[in-house]
């Protein structure tokens, strides 16, 4: 049985192990692969593996022999799903991989806006402690975050992990959900409405599906709701903030910082105004990246597809 992984690379760089994959049937693993090759080096692969790289209704009409679409992700909206489904092909995704890294780094990023760390430790590199007559200097105002507000919205596992990091640090916590089940058991623990999450909170971090009640939820009227002490991170999905709204309220000190590790569009235009908006850091979608996390993600892609060969296929979309 054939298998191809069209955009390896994202997962692989190098250091894991595709062998575990190749003793499932005949393996071709891609490093990355343009939309206008996917049906070539799809073709006659009944197993087809993807992060990113898109299969639409009129690449599945070009491969009759596949029969198994497995995502390297959790979201899963790189497949046309009702094509899939239509043609009988099954599709999984890998909902469980990546919950302490991105939790993890929607601090590194809240941090880094609270200390400028970098900012610091580069001015002493270019000798501006050696040449300060105080023995402690200051490039930009501190934030301490114990006793301030963790607005959450979308309190799935990454959501609930950050609020369990948010409230070992002294902060309270708003949650917004449809699911208000299994409340925390953290001192101050409340369940508010997008909007109150938005007025009363001192950080914003958004962790809500891609839907369409969620897209472009983040916006020039929601934004006005805000603090101006207030900081947004984005750990989630771009296209829950509309990016021209978002850079006007930084650049306007209308909120005080943002973290952002996704855009609207992934990798960005030149002319996508957040990079070089006031007060806000941009990273290349790494939150998930660790190499902690791939290992479990290859780990559980590789589950998935012996789950199928076996007849039992496990989390399947379609």
């Given at each position: 049985?054939?298998?191809?992984?069209?955009?390896?690379?994202?997962?692989n760089p190098g250091d894991l192990s595709w062998d575990a994959l190749a003793?499932?049937?005949?393996?071709?693993?891609?490093?990355?692969?343009?939309?206008?090759?996917?049906?070539?080096?799809?073709?006659g692969a009944a197993i087809l593996l993807t992060n990113k790289t898109p299969i639409?209704?009129?690449?599945?009409?070009?491969l009759p022999d596949l029969k198994y679409i497995g995502v390297l992700a959790t979201g899963y909206d790189v497949v046309d799903v009702r094509a899939a489904a239509e043609r009988g092909i099954v599709v999984t995704n890998i909902p469980i991989y990546g919950t302490a890294?991105?939790?993890?780094?929607?601090?590194?990023?809240?941090l880094e806006l609270c200390h400028n760390v970098r900012?610091?430790?580069?001015a002493v590199r270019a000798g501006e402690w050696t040449r300060t007559p105080d023995w402690s200097f200051r490039k930009s105002p501190l934030v301490e975050l114990a006793g301030k507000t963790m607005g959450i919205i979308g309190f799935g596992r990454i959501g609930r992990q950050t609020g369990r990091i948010a409230d070992a640090m002294g902060m309270r916590v708003l949650a917004c959900d449809p699911c208000h089940t299994d409340p925390p058991p953290w001192d101050g623990f409340e369940w508010s409405t997008a909007e109150q999450v938005l007025r009363r909170s001192d950080v914003v971090s958004l962790h809500a599906p891609l839907a369409p009640d969620t897209r472009g939820m983040v916006n020039a009227r929601s934004l006005e709701w805000?603090?101006?002490?207030?900081?947004?991170?984005?750990?989630?999905?771009?296209?829950l903030v509309v990016d021209q709204?978002?850079?006007?309220?930084l650049n306007a000190g209308r909120i005080a910082g943002a973290g952002l590790d996704v855009l609207s569009v992934e990798p960005p235009a030149e002319s996508n105004p957040l990079p070089a908006a006031r007060n806000c850091l941009v990273t290349p979608h790494i939150a998930w990246a660790t190499r902690e996390a791939r290992s479990r993600l290859m780990d559980l892609a590789v589950e998935n597809v012996a789950a199928y060969l076996a007849g039992a296929p496990r989390n399947v979309i379609a």
């Open positions: 049985m054939k298998i191809a992984v069209l955009d390896g690379y994202a997962l003793r499932l049937g005949e393996l071709r693993v891609f490093e990355r692969t343009p939309a206008e090759d996917v049906a070539a080096r799809a073709a639409r209704a009129g690449t599945l009409r070009q890294s991105v939790a993890q780094f929607v601090f590194a990023l809240l900012q610091h430790a580069d805000m603090k101006p002490t207030a900081f947004l991170i984005n750990t989630a999905r771009g296209p709204d978002l850079a006007g309220a």
